[in-house]
């Protein structure tokens, strides 16, 4: 890459959680990698550095206008001890898709990924090995130019961090009850909701915080305009199999792109299940569950990889979805996904990357 | 307030820009103001110190969530020494309701507003004297705990930073070009458009450099859903006379509540101007255009007070409006306003406030 990666090695190494403490982004490895952008000098000081407070002008633009873009994916350690990474370039192409709608300046996608298996071979002795359990990885863009004037930044920091994390079904995969959001939006056709920005997950704390208090682990979002078709569940995608076929929402401008999503839509259509994009609304939903053909629904995403939805409630009436138990694509889309992830099952599609460490 | 602010003077004072070297946001006095909040034990250790950048975990929920909030007023020093904030209660208020939809816990006004004046005291000589210059004040609440869960922050701290800022129009008050963004929408009935949070402005980013590109100052944001009613120009509120009457697009969930713009109401209602808020179609405007009745637009907002618009450029289509020159109202409005501010004319609302000094 022209500029090679400094390394400084923590000299204090920390105690690392025990299996049944990871959770999720709670605790975070000894290192962590830093960029730097300014205006003229681009992307610059490419380095790994013990992980460790960074300090900020209070007036940088990242804490008044939010220009920040982020991206999330997991290290698995096989069996045999080696370190595998799901489709890395994805989550690469995507951080400068979400840089290009913010106004950050792109970021050299080998660059980023070198970066992140450079932190990753320093901190290997972090990858649980446990089933389940994984590496979590949060790569970030945050403007730091100190000038309130509401335009982009001419300076930015380019950060990856990592997190040991838990299982996210400890008790096995079971299904969740999902509110479906009528008052809150969470983002619309021309704004911002495409990317993997910081302000589209500030929409949804409200909404979410509101559903858990009801009893429910997650909002299904409907769109901003109609407030009828289904977007996205949480942070994470969303797809129904009605009478024998597998829908998800079309990317419409405001769906995140997840990788998950489009990983499962290969692997149904290598299966020979049917599986369209479409636009689905929740009329259609309720329908299909009260006549019987809304099979299966379930969310896709990096953190839970398969979620599975057992129950919707969308203005106090309920659809109990496949009878509240966890449904047969579900099931094996999981097990497959996660089979791929470790090492365990073939990897058709050549998705895994390994990381010499 | 129970709890007194510690204050700790800086014992190196900072060079103060020139008039002409203000600009806006650029250069911050010598102190700041913050108070901390954790679960459990609230907000707490409010204290002046001198301004400094502030170290943060790098998983701070800030940088990846975006959960923040932010508000806007103006110091302002009168012939005769005093000085004067404008409806500081307004902010304060609004400042708890963005607070309320973001899920932040709330902040006591009145000690906010006892912070904030006593910050001024504190950097009094920060003030600038010159007509049209100010003491831009920026409070605002950033989200601290270090965890990447997507919920609510348990910790937080609420800053106050102050710039002096130069004359919004060193060259006299002229019309603006305005370009009718078609494509990116700002916010949407539901979303957070009515809260004072960065992911508004991070989403404004885009659409306001494509405009910048082609030759407008500042993008007309059109309604999500419909694409056709106006919202706010920039960031501002927008008003319209058409023949004879003011209107401005009504309060509709998407558009910020400003406090220069329901002054203006106050002050139109005063003088017997009518005066609507309602929904205004952008093809209602162009047909006023066409037709003459068109008489006044300007943007409203703490950064410019007025901000007349002389073109509108909606699909290619100009709308020249008032001549392209500064129209009756907009210039009554600017100096009514300015010279309430500054203590020049009666203040016959009551709205502004002595800081003792
Ligand atoms: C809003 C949102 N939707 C969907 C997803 C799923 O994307 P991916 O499968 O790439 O993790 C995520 C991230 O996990 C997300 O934040
Ligand atoms: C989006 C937006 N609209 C309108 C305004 C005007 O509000 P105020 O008059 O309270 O400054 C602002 C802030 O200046 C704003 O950021």
Redesign the interface.
């Known amino acids: 890459m022209g500029r090679p990666i400094s390394i400084e090695i923590s000299t204090h190494k920390k105690k690392k959680p025990l299996e049944n403490e990871r ?4 605790h ?1 490895s000894d290192h ?1 990698f830093i960029m730097d952008y300014s205006e003229g000098q681009g992307w610059h000081d490419p380095r790994i550095i013990p ?9 940088a633009k ?7 873009i ?1 991206e999330g994916l997991k290290a698995y350690k096989t069996g045999d001890g080696r370190v595998l990474l799901f489709r890395p370039q994805k989550n690469m192409e995507r951080l400068n898709r979400s840089n290009d ?3 950050v300046p792109h970021i050299d996608e080998e660059i980023a990924l070198e970066a992140l298996k450079a932190l990753i071979a320093v901190d290997q002795d972090w990858i649980p090995e446990e089933s389940g359990h994984s590496l ?1 990885i ?1 790569p ?1 863009v ?1 403007a730091t130019q ?7 930044s001419t300076d930015y920091k380019f ?1 990856i ?1 990592m ?1 040991p994390v838990g299982n996210y079904y400890p008790e096995g995969v079971n299904p969740v009850k999902i509110y479906v959001e009528n ?10 909701g495409e990317a993997k ?10 909404a ?2 509101i559903a858990k208090e009801k009893g429910y682990s997650q909002v299904l979002w409907l769109d ?2 109609h ?1 009828k078709y289904v977007e996205e569940v ?2 994470m995608n969303v797809f129904f199999k009605i009478n024998g076929t597998v829908y998800t929402p079309a990317l419409s401008g405001s769906i995140l792109n997840g990788i998950t999503r489009s990983s499962i839509i290969q692997l149904l259509q290598e299966w020979n299940v049917p599986v369209e994009e479409r636009v689905i609304s929740i009329e259609e939903l309720f329908a299909a569950a009260k006549s019987g053909e809304l099979e299966e629904a379930f969310g896709t995403g990096t953190a839970a990889v398969i979620s599975p939805i057992g129950e919707l409630n969308w203005r106090d009436e309920k659809a109990v979805i496949g009878g509240g138990v966890t449904g047969e694509i579900s099931s094996k889309l999981y097990v497959t996904l996660t089979g791929i992830q470790r090492g365990l099952v073939p990897d058709p599609f050549g998705w895994m990357v390994e990381v010499e460490i």
């Open positions: 959770g999720f982004g709670i975070f962590m992980y460790q407070p960074i300090s900020l002008d209070p007036a990242v804490f008044h206008y939010g220009q920040t982020f709608r913010l106004g979590y949060r970030y945050i100190p000038a309130l004037g509401v335009d982009a950060m961090i997190s008052e809150y939006v969470r983002a619309v056709r021309g704004g911002i920005t910081a302000g589209n997950y500030a929409a949804s704390l409200k979410q915080e901003g305009v407030r949480g942070s």
